[in-house]
């Protein structure tokens, strides 16, 4: 069928609905096709091709649910992808947080919590909004950019690459093993990220071995370097794992977010005039974008023994994902969820997970980020508009932009510099 015609949507036989199927997801998530799923089937089989499917949760009840049940839906048993091995095999992603379940979850959690409390991203303020400035300044007295490699791209990664302590000219690699990871997560073969870790353990090991020659006690490298778990250091492949966390967890989520909240600034320019208005809306304005573009669409887990959600019983040993994108529009928690409203500032979206143990660490960072960058775009370039086709990856795990072509009057407005 043809998932561009709003019809189609509304006649599709649930039952057969198979929402990993990227022909959905053409134009970003189908939120039409999840309003009716919310409506008539929040926890429903979806059926794979090979024969074999899992179990969806579309509302946000269901997925709060989930993800706060680790006793009963587990990440570390099956991992949080279909496939065991999709991105990496699961002995090495087993390392990861997003993989662990408590107690070792909580245990591996608290090394990277400092870094990422209120206190030290408030620290880090001047930093991110110096660099959010640079990085329109660099295109402002152009007129025309495109707003993914121009805009949302530079900010995360350089101040990911301050935060871990490597050099500013590396940003560009940092940004190629993202990729990596983004394109394994995509992939219809498993382990596709394996030569890209490697890759990574090598310029590793060269960081710390900079970094221990330097001095430089301060970094996030260091802190793995130092971490331990019940009095024991994390060996080589866990301080790696933790490294490729940090490479993709601190650039993918908010440069895609960023450029798909421009979008949807730039197709809602009534909210982009009342932003431009009203500057002390950017609070509620980033709470709105991250709730309506919500770019990691799903993570699964799998059912242990007893396991129910929504009232629905589910079988040991079968996955259910867990729709982030599809929660973040639910009705019965966001009035009029299709509305895009900057004075909403609602911060009941799944835009950083489910919620529970698994809540996304660097939340309070991506939130400056945001701030920053959307800040700065709104008041300086003025005249902002779509200037050619959007461009984006269909697939269903991430809402990507890969294109943006915009345009506005050059050099509009001076940067501020009361910061």
């Not at 608290?110 to 110096?130: K, N």
């Not at 870790?197 to 970094?219: C, K, N, P, T």
């Not at 729709?323 to 019965?332: H, K, M, Q, T």
Request: negative net charge.
């Amino acid at each position: 069928m043809s998932v561009t015609d709003t019809r189609d949507v509304a006649t599709a036989d649930l039952d057969a609905v198979d929402l990993m199927d990227p022909a959905w997801w053409r134009d970003g998530p189908p939120h039409e096709l999840f309003a009716r799923m919310r409506a008539e089937t929040p926890v429903r089989w979806n059926p794979s091709p090979d024969g074999g499917g899992f179990w969806s949760l579309t509302r946000h009840a269901e997925v709060s649910e989930a993800s706060r049940d680790f006793e009963r839906f587990s990440s570390w048993r099956a991992g949080v992808f279909l496939h065991p091995d999709q991105v990496l095999p699961l002995d090495v992603t087993r390392n990861l947080l997003l993989y662990k379940d408590p107690p070792e979850h909580t245990k591996y959690r608290r090394i990277l919590q400092r870094a990422m409390t209120p206190h030290a991203v408030a620290q880090l303020d001047g930093v991110i909004r110096g660099e959010a400035r640079a990085v329109v300044d660099a295109v402002v007295e152009r007129g025309a950019c495109d707003a993914v490699a121009d805009l949302a791209v530079p900010l995360p990664l350089r101040i990911l690459a301050q935060l871990i302590g490597v050099p500013a000219g590396d940003v560009p690699r940092l940004y190629a093993w993202t990729q990596g990871f983004e394109d394994a997560a995509r992939s219809p073969e498993p382990a596709q990220a394996t030569a890209t870790l490697m890759e990574m353990g090598g310029y590793l090991a060269e960081q710390i071995e900079r970094q221990v020659a330097e001095g430089d006690e301060d970094s996030l490298v260091m802190q793995l370097r130092r971490a331990e778990v019940d009095g024991v250091r994390l060996d080589d492949t866990e301080i790696l794992v933790f490294f490729g966390l940090l490479v993709f967890g601190g650039n993918d989520t908010t440069r895609n977010t960023t450029s798909s909240g421009l979008l949807a600034l730039l197709e809602h320019p009534d909210q982009l005039a009342l932003l431009r208005e009203r500057p002390e809306l950017l609070e509620t304005a980033v709470e709105e974008v991250l709730r309506w573009t919500s770019v990691v669409n799903w993570f699964a887990r799998t059912a242990n023994h007893g396991a129910e959600v929504g009232g629905v019983p589910i079988p040991e040993g079968e996955k259910v994902v867990m729709w982030y994108s599809s929660a973040s529009r639910d009705e019965e928690v966001f009035p009029d969820p299709q509305r895009f409203d900057v004075t909403r500032g609602s911060s009941e979206h799944k835009a950083f997970g489910g919620g529970g143990r698994h809540f996304c660490l660097g939340a309070g960072l991506a939130r400056a980020e945001l701030r920053a960058i959307l800040g700065e775009v709104v008041s300086r370039l003025d005249g902002l508009e779509l200037d050619g086709e959007v461009e984006r990856v269909q697939h269903s795990w991430t809402n990507s932009l890969t294109r943006l072509p915009v345009r506005f009057r050059p050099g509009a407005r001076a940067a501020p510099r009361d910061a």
